[in-house]
């Protein structure tokens, strides 16, 4: 957003501030405060006129300038109607050399998910996919994974459901007591690097917003089924906050995520290139590989689809 529009916007946020008082404090005509404004009812920002002045009524929009503003993170947004994939976008905008910036859709035609699944990416999801240039090695790509689990949870939980994470990056909500659980959110992480460093790394993050969960495929379930429609604009900005927080400290991530997990405790199968691993899982490593112990012996596993069985 262009800077002296994003500071009439905040200006104007504290409270009815008139014309010739915006014109005078960023030394612009009044002509150009109006045209600020005009632009900014354009990016459906409600903005009211009265005999104070103009004030900001209510930020109801889902657009990158009403995601950018307030958002306390050093992300762009590029936001899209509708996109095939957050994801192949993100790739692009990483090729071209683009940095800390989310690509947002309201919806997805040709969204995937883990082992190229389709994943269902309708209107009124949120489906945003993080290109970020981190100067870690490739084997601490992992913990970018489980860091953006843990701050889709995070955000989750703040909109009241029970949100917990399966391995290795699914976000779930638990059905009874003996490791069952709806879908609520997937990730999916891309990278390109070299052997000792990365070159970009996209987390690609797919939620079941404001969705019916009778509409979603069969194990899924969404926000509004949960706990009611979310603030949208607001669940971003808070997802990429959290993201942010947590890829800025990855000493934190590993903790974290043992807190929001699910899967450790349960009985649980992972199907593997080398075979299937059947045992309880037990931990997660400094690098985010879940541990299973088998009847024979502790398994690390440092990639795998893994299903929680129930308990005999």
Known sequence: MNETR??????IAGGPVSGPALADDFDISRAAVWKHIEALRDADFEIESGPNGYELA???????????????????????????????????????????????ADEQTGGKGRLEREWSAPAGGVWVSVVTRPSITPAQAPLYTLAAAVATATTAREAGVDARIKWPNDVVVPVGDDGAYRKLAGI????????????????????????????????????????GDVDRRRFVQR??????????????????????????????????????????????????????????????????????????
């Not at 070159?199 to 509004?224: F, K, Q, Y």
């Not at 691993?277 to 112990?293: C, K, N, P, R, Y």
């Open 188 to 227: 999916l992480t891309e990278m390109e690097g070299q052997p000792d460093r990365v070159d970009w790394l996209i987390a690609g993050i797919g939620v079941n917003a404001n969705l019916d969960a009778e509409e979603l495929p069969e194990g899924a379930t969404s926000i509004r089924d949960e706990a």
């Open 239 to 312: 997802l990429l906050e959290e993201y942010d927080r947590y890829r800025t400290d990855l000493d934190t991530v590993v903790p974290t995520w043992r807190e929001l997990a699910l899967t450790l405790g349960q009985h649980v199968r992972v199907d593997r290139p080398a075979g299937e691993v059947v045992g309880d899982a037990i931990d997660v490593t400094e690098s985010g590989a879940l541990v299973v112990e088998t009847d024979d012996e502790r398994v690390t596993v440092s990639a795998g689809d893994c299903e929680h069985l129930r308990p005999v």
């Open 58 to 104: 209510d930020v109801a929009a889902y657009n990158a300038p009403a995601v950018e503003f307030g958002l306390e993170a050093p992300f762009s947004i590029d936001y899209h109607d509708s996109v095939g994939s957050t994801n192949d976008r993100a790739r692009e905008l990483a090729a071209e050399g683009g940095a800390d910036v989310a690509v947002l």
């Open 6 to 11: 994003r500071a009439i916007l905040e200006a």
